[in-house]
């Protein structure tokens, strides 16, 4: 039989992974919105000003940046908001007292 001790470290890490998961799934949705909407819209300029892949590139390769500062922001977020309580240790007063002589 499991100890409830460890029952709950699994729940927690279990937990934790999911929260890993999401975190890494909404920096990969942001990621497509953003270079989408750089695409579309790099190709919307190139077809009104005849521009043919100018804008466009500028575009894509403009939102490199901008990707990873979201990425940067998304993750530093979520990474303040999880809180891992770690199981405070039982310590014997007895073990001390002997340690020290």
Known sequence: ???????????????????LASVTGLVGCLTMVI????????????KSFNTKP??????IIGSVPVTLVVMFMVVNS???RIKV??????V???EEV???D
């Open 1 to 19: 039989m499991s100890n409830p001790d460890d029952q709950n470290k699994d729940r927690l890490q279990h937990a934790y992974n999911l929260t």
């Open 35 to 46: 270079v989408i909407a750089a695409l579309v819209l790099g190709l919307w300029l190139d």
């Open 54 to 59: 100018l804008f466009t590139l500028i575009l």
């Open 78 to 80: 979520a990474t303040k």
């Open 85 to 90: 309580d770690q199981p405070k240790k039982k």
């Open 92 to 94: 014997d007063i007895s």
């Open 98 to 100: 002997q340690n020290r």
